[in-house]
C-alpha cells in the first residue's frame, strides 16, 4: 500500500509539473506569433501555425501515450488522478456547439437559451449522485460491461451496445462538422479537406493509445480551450466596464443598460424608438404584398402567376420605353425581377412565404432577462403559449441532464480513476472546469449585445465598426446588415446576426489583435476533437469489446482484442466523416436527439441496477426497449425532418422526447422485474459489492492495470 | 460478504444525503425555473430569475456535488468501508 501511495503521489507530481511547462510553453507560442503578427506576417499562415502546431502537440502526446496494454488502452491504466480526470472530461464534455454556438445561442434567444446551460451542467449532480462511485467500484471497461454482469445475459448488454452506438455516433457527427467549419474559416481549406485534416489529429491519438492518449490529450485541449475562451471575454469586459470580473460586470453593469435600450428601441415615442419602428413598417408592408400574393396564388392557381409575371414584365417595358431614360440600374432591377420569377406555382408559393417571413423582423426586440416571452392576440392566448413554452424550457432541461448523466463516453472516464474516493472528487473538477466555460457564455451573450445596441445601432453606414465589414464579406449568414430605410445609420431591426459570430468575433469586437481570433479558432478546434475523440472511442471500444469479445470470441487474445479495435476506430472515423460531408440537417437537434436517446435508454436501467436490488433480468430488457422505442418513435413522428408531422403529444418538442422515453423506461424497469423473479444471489451480492466503496480495506483495480 | 448492521446503516445514510441533495438540486433547477418570471421582479446583481438559471443555479450543482464527495469519503472512513491509503 505504502509504495503504492508514494508511486501515486510522484506521478501526481510529475504531471503537475508536465502540464505547468505544458501551459507555459503554450503561451509562449502564443507569444510569438503575436510577434510575427506585429513584424507583418499575414493572418493566413498564422492561422495555418495554429492549426498545425495544435494538431501536431496531440498527435504528439498520442504518440507518446502509445499503448499495447489493454487495461491502458479501455481505461487509462486507472491512474489517472481526479484534478486531471476532472479536465479531461470537461474537455470530452464541452464540445464544439458548447463553445463556438452556446453563447451565440443565448445572444438570440436571452432567458429560454439558458436550458442548455442549466442541463448540461446540472446533469452532474446526478453523475454524482447515482452513477460515478458505483461504476467505478464495479470497474469495468464499457457501459454495457454493466448491464451485462448486472442484468446477465447478452440482451441487455447488445441493447446497450445498440444505444451507445446510436446516440455517440448521432453526436460525433455534429462534431466533425465543427472541425470542418473551424479548419475551413480560419485556414481558406475546403470544408471536406478540414474535416479529413482534423480527423487525422484524432485518429493518431487514439488509434496509437486509446483512452490512455486520448485523456493525456484532452487535458491539453482542456487547457487550450479554456484560455482562448476567456481572454477575449475578461477583455471586453474591462474595455466596457472597467471591471476584470465579466461574471460580475455584466449582470452590474451591461444588463441594465441592455434592458434599458430594449425599452428605448420598443417605444416609438424616442428617437432610436422611431427609427426601429421606420425600419419595421418597410418589412411590415413587404410581408404583407407578400401574403396578399400568396392569397391570391390559393385562388387563381396558374392564372393569378402569370398575371402577376405580366405585370412584371410590363414595369420592364415601361421603364425601357420611358423618356426621358429611367436609371439604368433601375432597368437592370427590374429586369433581374423579370429574369428571377418564379417559374412554377410551387416555387411561387416557396418564394414568397420567405418573402412573408421578413414580417418576423417587424417584430418588436425581445427582452434578454425576460423568461418564456410570448406573444398572442388576447390575454388568454399569450398565457397559454407562455405556459407551453415554460412546460418546454423545463422538460429540455430534464432530458438534458438526464442525457449528461447517460452519455457513455461521459460515464466511462470514471472507469478510468485510481479510486472511488478519486471518482466521486474527479466529478466535482469536471463539473468545475465546465462551469468555467458555462457560466462566462451568458456574460459574454449580454456583454456582445451591449456592444451592440449601444455601439453597432446608431453608428453610421459610412463609417461601420471593421468586424462588422469584415464579418459581412465574409459569411452573410453570420453577418449580414443593410440601410432598409435608406436613412444612413444603422437600425438593430437592420442588423441580422448568426449565433456562431458571438464567439468568433469577441476578438475583434474587443479590438484585440488578430493572434488572439487564431487563439479562439485553435479552443473551438481542441473543444470539437476531444469530444469526437471521446465519441469515437466509444463507438469502436462498444463494437470490439462487448460486441466481439464479450459476445461473439470471448477466447480473443489480447492483441486481437486490440487490433479489432483499432481497426474499426479508423472504419467508424470515415464513415462518419463522410456522413458529415452530406452535411446532414440541424446540428442542435442531432445534440438534442442524442441526449433524448441516451437518457431513455441507460438512465433508468443504470440507476435501478444500483439502487434497486430486486431489477432483473427482464425487467431492464422491457424498460431499455420501451425507453428507447418511445423516444425514437416520438421524434420520428413528430420531427419535421421526417415528414409525418404527427400532433405533438401535450404541446412537447421532439427535442425534448426524453421526457416520454424516461418515465417509460422507469417503468418498464418496475413492471418487468417484479412480474419475474428476483435475480440470483450472486447478482444480489454483486449489488451490494458496488454499493460500498470497500468491504475489505482494499481499493478494487477492477480487471485492469495488471 | 455478509453485510453486518453498521453496513446497512452506511448505505441508509447514504440514501438520505443522496434525497437531500436531489430536492436541493429540484428545487435549484426545477422551482427556479417554474418561477423565473416571478423571481425576475427580486433585483440580485439584476433580475434574480435570470441571474439563478444563469449563474446561481450553477454554483450550487458545484456546491453539491463538493459536499457529498467530501460528506461520503469521511462516511467511508466512519464506517470503515474506505479503500486502502492512496492519497
Redesign the interface.
Given at each position: 500500500?505504502?509504495t503504492?501511495?508514494t508511486s501515486?503521489?510522484q506521478f501526481l507530481a510529475n504531471l503537475k509539473k508536465y502540464y505547468t511547462f505544458y501551459t507555459g510553453g503554450f503561451i509562449s507560442f502564443v507569444i510569438l506569433v503575436g510577434i510575427l503578427e506585429q513584424m507583418g506576417v499575414p493572418n493566413k499562415i498564422l492561422g495555418y501555425m495554429f492549426l498545425f502546431a495544435t494538431i501536431a502537440l496531440y498527435a504528439g502526446i498520442g504518440f507518446m501515450s502509445k499503448t499495447s496494454d489493454v487495461g491502458e488502452y479501455y481505461v487509462a491504466g486507472r491512474r489517472v488522478p481526479a484534478l486531471f480526470n476532472g479536465m479531461a472530461t470537461g474537455a470530452d464534455w464541452m464540445s464544439a456547439a458548447s463553445f463556438i454556438g452556446m453563447a451565440g445561442t443565448l445572444y438570440l434567444s436571452g432567458?429560454d437559451g439558458?436550458a442548455f446551460?442549466?442541463g448540461w451542467?446540472?446533469g452532474?449532480?446526478?453523475v454524482?449522485?447515482?452513477l460515478a462511485?458505483y461504476l467505478r467500484k464495479f470497474g469495468q471497461f464499457t457501459i454495457p460491461d454493466f448491464l451485462g454482469a448486472r442484468f446477465g445475459g447478452h440482451l441487455p448488454r447488445f441493447i446497450g451496445v445498440i444505444a451507445a452506438i446510436t446516440c455517440s455516433f448521432t453526436y460525433v457527427i455534429a462534431q466533425i462538422y465543427g472541425v470542418g467549419l473551424i479548419t475551413s474559416r480560419f485556414t481558406g481549406l475546403e470544408f471536406e479537406i478540414g474535416v479529413f485534416v482534423g480527423l487525422a489529429g484524432i485518429l493518431v491519438c487514439s488509434f496509437l493509445g486509446g483512452m490512455k492518449a486520448v485523456t493525456w490529450t484532452q487535458v491539453a485541449q482542456y487547457i487550450i480551450l479554456i484560455v482562448a475562451y476567456m481572454i477575449p471575454v475578461v477583455w471586453l469586459s474591462v474595455k466596457h466596464t472597467g471591471n476584470p470580473i465579466p461574471?460580475?460586470a455584466a449582470?452590474?453593469t451591461a444588463?441594465?443598460q441592455v434592458t434599458a435600450l430594449e425599452k428605448e428601441f420598443n417605444d416609438k415615442t424616442t428617437v432610436k424608438g422611431a427609427a426601429e419602428e421606420s425600419v419595421r413598417v418597410i418589412f411590415r408592408e413587404k410581408a404583407a404584398v407578400a401574403d396578399a400574393k400568396l392569397k391570391g396564388l390559393e385562388a387563381g392557381k396558374d392564372a393569378f402567376l402569370a398575371e402577376e409575371k405580366a405585370k412584371v414584365a410590363a414595369k420592364v417595358a415601361e421603364l425601357k420605353a420611358a423618356t426621358p431614360p429611367a436609371d439604368p440600374k433601375a432597368v437592370e432591377a427590374a429586369e433581374k425581377a423579370l429574369k428571377d420569377f418564379p417559374a412554377d406555382a410551387a416555387a411561387a408559393k416557396a418564394a414568397w412565404t420567405k418573402d412573408k417571413g421578413i414580417g418576423a423582423r417587424a417584430a418588436p426586440v425581445k427582452a434578454?432577462?425576460?423568461?418564456?416571452p410570448a406573444a398572442g392576440k388576447t390575454p388568454e392566448e399569450v398565457e397559454k403559449n407562455r405556459s407551453v413554452a415554460?412546460k418546454n424550457?423545463?422538460a429540455l432541461?430534464?432530458c438534458l441532464?438526464v442525457g449528461t448523466a447517460a452519455l457513455p463516453h461521459i460515464l466511462m472516464r470514471y472507469y478510468t480513476t485510481?479510486?472511488?474516493?478519486?471518482a466521486?472528487?474527479s466529478?466535482?473538477w469536471s463539473?468545475?472546469f465546465i462551469?468555467l466555460l458555462?457560466?462566462t457564455a451568458?456574460?459574454l451573450a449580454i456583454l456582445a449585445k451591449y456592444e451592440v445596441y449601444s455601439s453597432l445601432v446608431g453608428s453610421s453606414f459610412a463609417n461601420l465598426p471593421t468586424w462588422v465589414s469584415n464579418w459581412a464579406a465574409v459569411d452573410k449568414t453570420l453577418m449580414s446588415i443593410s440601410d432598409v430605410n435608406k436613412d444612413g445609420i444603422v437600425q438593430l431591426a437592420e442588423i441580422v446576426i448568426g449565433g456562431d459570430l458571438i464567439v468568433l468575433a469577441t476578438p475583434e469586437i474587443a479590438g484585440l489583435p488578430y493572434v488572439i481570433s487564431g487563439l479562439v479558432a485553435a479552443g473551438g478546434l481542441a473543444a470539437a476533437l476531444s469530444t469526437a475523440d471521446g465519441l469515437l472511442l466509444t463507438i469502436a471500444n462498444a463494437m470490439s469489446h462487448d460486441l466481439y469479445y464479450k459476445m461473439i470470441d470471448p477466447n480473443a487474445s489480447t492483441m486481437r482484442r486490440l487490433a479489432v479495435s483499432k481497426g474499426l476506430l479508423v472504419v467508424v472515423a470515415l464513415v462518419a466523416a463522410y456522413v458529415t460531408s452530406l452535411k446532414p440537417g440541424d446540428i442542435l437537434f442531432l445534440v438534442g436527439a442524442a441526449f433524448s436517446l441516451a437518457a431513455s435508454a441507460f438512465f433508468p436501467a443504470l440507476v435501478c441496477g444500483v439502487f434497486w436490488r430486486r431489477a432483473n433480468y427482464f425487467g431492464a430488457v422491457l424498460g431499455m426497449s420501451l425507453g428507447l422505442g418511445v423516444c425514437a418513435y416520438y421524434m420520428y413522428m413528430t420531427y419535421p425532418f421526417f415528414g409525418i408531422k404527427a400532433p405533438l403529444w401535450w404541446d412537447i418538442n421532439p427535442i425534448a422526447a426524453g421526457t416520454f422515453g424516461i418515465p417509460l423506461g422507469f417503468l418498464g424497469i418496475i413492471i418487468g422485474s417484479l412480474i419475474t423473479k428476483a435475480p440470483s444471489q450472486e447478482i444480489q451480492?454483486m449489488v451490494?459489492?458496488v454499493?460500498?466503496?470497500?468491504?475489505?480495506?482494499?481499493?478494487?483495480a477492477g480487471s485492469a492495470g495488471h | 460478504?455478509q453485510?453486518t448492521e453498521r453496513?446497512k446503516q452506511?448505505?441508509n445514510i447514504?440514501l438520505r444525503i443522496?434525497g437531500i441533495?436531489?430536492a436541493i438540486?429540484f428545487v435549484?433547477?426545477?422551482v427556479m425555473?417554474?418561477y423565473?418570471?416571478e423571481l425576475?421582479e427580486i433585483t440580485f446583481?439584476?433580475?434574480l430569475?435570470?441571474?439563478m438559471?444563469?449563474?446561481g443555479?450553477?454554483?450550487i450543482?458545484?456546491a453539491?456535488?463538493?459536499y457529498?464527495?467530501r460528506y461520503?469519503?469521511n462516511l467511508?472512513k466512519e464506517y470503515?468501508?474506505?479503500?486502502?491509503?492512496?492519497?
Open positions: 500500500m505504502t503504492q501511495s501515486h503521489k432567458y439558458l446551460v442549466l451542467t446540472g452532474y449532480c446526478l454524482a449522485l447515482f462511485p461574471q460580475i449582470y452590474t444588463l441594465p434578454h432577462a425576460e423568461p418564456f415554460k424550457f423545463l432541461i430534464m441532464m485510481p479510486s472511488v474516493h478519486e466521486r472528487v466529478v466535482f463539473l468545475f462551469f458555462y457560466f451568458p456574460v451480492e451490494d459489492n454499493r460500498y466503496p470497500s468491504l475489505d480495506g482494499t481499493v478494487s | 460478504m453485510l453496513h452506511y448505505w447514504n443522496t441533495l436531489l438540486w435549484a433547477t426545477f425555473g417554474w423565473a418570471r425576475n446583481l439584476g433580475p430569475g435570470f441571474y438559471s444563469a449563474q443555479s450553477l454554483i450543482y458545484v453539491i456535488i463538493w457529498y464527495a461520503m469519503n467511508d470503515g468501508v474506505h479503500e486502502g491509503e492512496l492519497d
